[in-house]
């Protein structure tokens, strides 16, 4: 099982950009999803979460611009950031929960990580 994040990228203040990760390998069944970003010399910290059904919860930080979102059937997370700010910096990392087939437990993956640069 993998996580592949892609979509980061260097926008100016105000810009947008999407991010995507996607799931592969033997799973069985996700479920909470989220993304977590670390900015240059600071701890990692969470960005937003999504269960199954598509519950979401977001740090106060990225209320009303970010939005997270799921394809449950091609197991993919999204990550939609509107009005980026310099402070937004961080290489960003997608999580999920993964059960994988034949192993009765769950288990978090982490995807490698994409670098969102925003500076004009």
């Known amino acids: 099982v993998q996580l592949q994040a892609s979509g980061g990228g260097l926008m100016q203040p105000g810009g947008s950009l999407r991010l995507s990760c996607a799931a592969s390998?033997?799973?069985?069944?996700?479920?909470?999803m989220g993304w977590y970003r670390q900015p240059p010399g600071k701890p990692r910290e969470l960005v937003a979460t999504?269960?199954?059904?598509?519950?979401?919860e977001y740090v106060d930080s990225v209320k009303g611009r970010f939005t997270i979102s799921r394809n449950n059937a091609k197991n993919l997370l999204f990550l939609q950031m509107n009005s980026l700010k310099p402070e937004d910096t961080a290489v960003y990392y997608c999580?999920?929960?993964?059960?994988?087939?034949?192993?009765?437990?769950?288990?978090?993956?982490w995807g490698q990580g994409t670098q969102v640069t925003v500076s004009s």
């Open positions: 999580t999920a929960r993964i059960m994988r087939i034949g192993v009765l437990s769950a288990y978090d993956y």
């Open positions: 390998g033997s799973i069985s069944s996700i479920g909470n």
């Open positions: 999504i269960t199954y059904r598509g519950t979401t």
